[in-house]
Structure formats: C-alpha cells, structure tokens
C-alpha cells in the first residue's frame, strides 16, 4: 500500500496544478484571439505563414501538464511498505523531567522566566552528549509523556520549543505524577544506564513524590535535580502570554523556590542537586551532570530495531525527465529543422569529453587605474568585517558573535548604515545563548537608537517610534532591567522633544501665513475704502457740475431724474448726515424753481388769450 508522507501538502498542490492548468488554457486563448484580430484587420494566416503544427502545440501542452502532474506526485512523497532496520544505539538513557506550572513563567533567572531556562538548560545538555537516547516528560497539576526514549534528538527538541505553561490544565507541582510515568519509560530499557534530570522550582502541594522515590532507589536510578528560581526572593506569577495573575482576593500572585524539597529527592536518590545562585548567574550546572552521565556504562555496540518506509519518489523523477526530453526534441514546426537541431546539440554534449574549465572562462579585463571613492562598498566593508571576525576566538559560538559585533561597533562606527545589518545578524545569533540574551539585544537597540538620533529631521520621529516600540517588546521579557528603563524613558523624552520643536514650527509656519493673510485682507480692504473715496469725489463733483448747469439753465431737465427709484435708494443710503441735508436744500431750490417756471409759463398763455391783433396794430 502506497503512504503519502506529505499529504498535507495536497491541497497546496491541487491549487498549484489548477493554476498551471488555467495558465495555460488562458495563454492559448488569449494566443488565438490575436491570431484572429490579426487575420481579419490585416488579412495574415499566421499560422500558415509560421508552418506551425496545432496537434505538435497540443501535444507539448499535454506533456507539460504531465510533468506538472509528476513534480506534484513527488512532492507528496509517496512511501512503500515498512520494512525493519537495525540502527546503534546508545546504552545511557536520559529522561528530562520539567515543570511547566504557572510559576515556571516567574522571571528571575537572568532577566528571562525559570521555563525559558529549562528550554536551554536541556538543548545545552544534548548537544554536549550526542549519541545518547533522550526522552521528555512534563507536569503540573498532572504528568504527561511528551517524547518517549528516542535516539532522535531532533524530534526531542521539536517538542521543547512548544513548551510553555497553557499545555497541562490545572495548577500546581505533581512531582510524584512525573517520577512514575518515568519508571514507566524505564521498564522498556531495563538494561540501559538511565539517569532523570529534574528541572522545577519545588513548589509542591503534598509529599506524594516520597512513595515515588522507593521505586527509584529500587532499580538504582538517580535524580538528579536543577532547581530553578531564586530560593531568596520571590518573583510575581505571569501567564503564557505574560500578564500578571491575582488570586481569589484580587492580589498578585507570587511564588518562592522551595530548595528544600528538591534536595531531598536528589538526596534519596542519590543524585546531585544544583541550586540557582543568583550571584554565580553563569554557573549552570551542566560539566557536573556531564561528568555524572560519562562515567556511566557505555554501550556502542547496541542495536536498536526501526521500521523505516521505502521512498518511492525517485522512481517517477526519471520518468519526469524523460518526458521533458521528448518535450524539448518535438518542434512546433512542420519541418524538422529546428528538432534535428536539437537532437543533434544533444548528443554532441552527451558525447564530447569534458572541456578544459579555463577555456570556458571568458578572457579577464585589464585592471583599471587608480579610482578614488568616496564611500566604501558594501564588499570592502564584509572584507573589513571579516577579517575582524577572524582575530576574535571562543569556545561558545554566541559569545564569539557577541564580541564580533562589539568589536564592528567600535571600529566602523562611521558606516552605521552599512553595519546594521551585520550588527542585526550577529547580536541576534548571540542572544540565542540565554545568558547573554538581554546584552545583546540591548545593545542592538542602543545602535539603533544612536541611528535614529542621526537620521534626516524629518524622520527622527518615526525612527524614535520604531526604537521604542522595540525597547517595550524587549523590557516585556524583562521587567526588572533598569538601563531598559532608562533607555526608553531618554527614547521618549527625545522623541517628546523633537515631536515639540516640529508642533512649534507647524505653530509658527502656521502663524506666518495667518500674518499673510491679515496684511493681505488688510491692503484689500484700503483699497477698497480708497475706491468707494474716490467714487464719492466723483459723484460730488458730478452734482456740483449738475446744479451749475441747472442754475445757468434752468429749463434742462436734470438727468437724474431719470434714475430708477431703487438706484436712488441705493444712493441716497450711501451718504452721510450732512450730504443728505444739503441734497434736501438743492432739491427744496429745484421745485422752487420749477413752480416759478410754471408760473411764468401760465402768465404768458393768459396774455396770448387776451392778445388783440388791432390794438397792437
């Protein structure tokens, strides 16, 4: 029966198949339809003019999809039968006991939380002692076997990386719970030199684990213990995501290591305890458990019996190649030109002996004259780098990469943009040892922050945002550092101060133009007063010339009689107090005048009537 040990990876690649599928249909249409346009707006057969062969493309198509359809096959990894294989394997056992209860999230261990320190504690131990078999149970309120007794260590530090204090449900130590699913591990290896590391910090609810421990003694099994947290001070209890918990009553929940009970079991058992100093933060504890674990008995001889699958991808990888090949000899074209061709170049690589490497080099260019630049190149810089990080040896690789990165900081300090990705890289591979972790990220902060402080002003703000929010996610992890206190209080600060001076200027810019626009309202407004001025003068000086003509002439008829009523409205409400006195004397004289016209002018038509043409003879 065929297994397939990717098969989760089948959706993935039905969507991938669907997609190359819908590529190529969509790529022919889309290829048709302009052959088409072309034919009918310019009369051209390509298809005849090119001498191509549709059953040749269909069939290349139809081997395209083939080959897709073998990759997508490999992918999945298809698998035989089972068949069984003997593989060595160590005689020593070494079974990890750790706790994963609340107060493992407690962070007094070298600024990082006592499971953290567990993690490493046991992926430092493992890579000291390759070969062995390692196994892997946790507990809290209860025990579980997360990785039985495997040569695979591999498969054991998958498991620790998920480690975190929310798998087990419930609280509390069960210590007991965990030393008997451990004698159950052991039972399979009777024969085996086994040995328990027990990494906890004690906090138990009932001395179970005494009944736990006559077994042990029995079979001759020792525990050796690693207890963790400060035994002097206590730590406040987060949880998996770092938040703080209370108790029933609203207050914080703190926890104490209890060393007490730890040294007894590794007493009982004979074993070794090693406490956590907090003075001695560097001492883990792991040569004396190695000089424990060497002087047990070492088998190399034996055997271990595993059932392995027979692969069968490789075999439709030649079948997929084949195909390809055929691919590549059938041309497009009806004549066979291009596909002898092929073949031809084919069996020609095929065939010929191997050309010499330097004649395939092509001839090298003359060395150019001297050039002088101004900055340095990014190869010249690795070149520095490089040959400082060859002068700088250590046994432990993180601190080599932590001193390396020191070393860059002060000597190149003058490309900080170049280095920062080189700083970046080698702090980051220093802060996977646990001891170091907080130096070397703080001082890639640090850089950080100086690169911030020198950037271009208007992106000071930003870059002080982007360094702050990275000093926050590093004082999470943690609290108790006061130079991250410090930092972040000068980041916000300078930030503060610098988010001030540009409010200010935005003040000021925005005041400047305020200013603008009040002059600029200001000058509008004068010339206005100056238009409505000079518009009254003229008026006044039209009516003076108005009641001039009036007086030498007093039969004119006055054209502004003739002005709308609404005009004489809008007039009349433009003048002043005493204008409007004077224009009601000079009307008062008009009519005056007007009633003397027509007096006149019926005294004269009277005298006509009257008017005897003898008495005048």
């Known amino acids: ?64 999809i083939i080959i897709i359809a073998i990759l997508c096959l490999c992918l999945l990894r298809p698998q035989g039968k089972e068949i069984a294989q003997e593989k060595e394997s160590s005689s020593r056992s070494i079974l990890f006991l750790i706790d994963i209860s609340k107060s493992m999230n407690v962070r007094d261990m070298n600024e990082q ?15 000291d002692i390759p070969g062995d078999r390692f196994g892997l149970i946790t507990f809290s309120k209860i025990a579980n076997i997360e990785c039985p007794l495997t040569s ?62 006559d077994a042990l003694k029995k079979k001759n099994i020792p525990v050796n213990v690693i207890g963790l947290g400060d035994p002097k001070r206590e730590g406040l209890v987060l949880d998996e995501k770092g938040r703080p918990i209370r108790n029933s009553k ?100 095929a065939l010929s002996p191997e050309l010499p490497a330097q004649a395939q080099l092509p001839p090298q260019a003359s060395s150019p004259t001297k050039t002088q630049k101004a900055k340095i190149s990014p190869e010249e810089l690795k070149k520095k780098i490089d040959e400082i990080c060859v002068h700088i040896t250590h046994p432990i690789t993180e601190m080599k990469s932590y001193n390396c990165a020191l070393v860059i900081e002060n000597k190149l300090n003058e490309y900080p943009a170049l280095i920062l990705e080189h700083l970046d890289k080698l702090y980051r591979a220093a802060a996977r040892d646990p001891r170091i972790k907080l130096q070397a990220l703080a001082n890639l902060n640090s850089f950080k922050h100086k690169q911030a402080l020198l950037s271009e002003p208007a992106n000071q703000s930003k870059a002080l945002e982007t360094v702050i929010n990275d000093y926050i996610t590093l004082l999470s992890q943690y609290p108790n550092s006061e130079d991250l206190q410090y930092n972040i ?21 925005q005041q400047d133009k305020d200013q603008q626009d009040k002059d600029q309202q200001d000058k509008d407004q004068q010339d206005k007063d100056q238009q409505d001025k000079d518009q009254q003068d003229k008026d006044q000086q039209d009516k003076d010339q108005q009641d001039k003509d009036q007086k030498t002439d007093p039969g004119k008829e006055n054209p502004n009689d003739k002005q709308k009523p609404g005009q004489q409205q809008q007039k009349a409400s433009q003048m002043t107090e005493d204008e409007a006195n004077a224009a009601f004397q000079d009307e008062l004289k008009r009519q005056q005048q007007l009633r003397d016209l027509i007096r006149q002018s019926r005294e004269q038509r009277n005298k006509r009537q009257h008017f005897n043409p003898e008495q005048d003879k």
Not at 18 to 47: E, P
Not at 190 to 203: A, I, K, M, Q, T
Not at 292 to 298: K, R, Y
Request: with cysteine.
């Open 250 to 349: 609203g207050d914080y929940v703190m926890s104490l290591s209890d060393t007490s009970t730890l040294k007894q079991i590794a007493d009982e058992t004979g074993g070794t305890y090693i406490p956590w100093d907090p003075e001695q933060s560097l001492k883990s504890g792991h040569r004396e458990i190695e000089a424990l674990i060497h002087d047990l008995e070492f088998d190399e001889s034996k055997k271990e019996n595993i059932k392995v699958r027979t692969e069968l991808y490789f075999l439709f990888i030649p079948f997929a190649i084949l195909i390809l090949t055929i691919r590549l000899w059938i041309s497009e074209s009806k004549t066979k030109e291009i596909s002898t061709k092929l073949l031809s170049l084919f069996i020609v690589f």
């Open 1 to 64: 029966m065929v297994y397939f040990k990717n098969i989760d990876l089948l959706p993935y690649l039905i969507a991938i198949f669907a997609f190359a599928l819908l590529c190529l249909f969509f790529g022919n249409s889309y290829r048709r339809k302009i052959i088409k346009l072309l034919k009918l707006d310019y009369g051209l057969d390509l298809i005849k003019m090119s001498q191509l062969s549709q059953s040749r493309r269909r069939m290349r198509y139809s081997l395209l």
């Open 152 to 213: 695979d260590p591999e498969m054991v530090l998958l498991y620790l990386a998920d480690l975190n204090s929310s798998l087990l449900p419930g609280g509390g130590t069960n210590i007991a719970d965990a030393l008997d699913n451990a004698q159950k591990q052991f039972k399979e290896n009777e024969r085996d030199s086994r040995v328990v590391v027990l990494l906890s910090d004690g906090e138990t609810e009932n001395d179970k684990w005494r009944e736990s421990l």
């Open 113 to 127: 939380s006592r499971l953290e320190y567990s993690k490493w504690w046991a992926k430092r131990l493992m890579s």
């Open 489 to 509: 209080d000068l980041a916000l600060q300078q930030k503060q101060k610098i988010d001030q001076q540009d409010k200010d200027q935005q003040d000021k810019d």
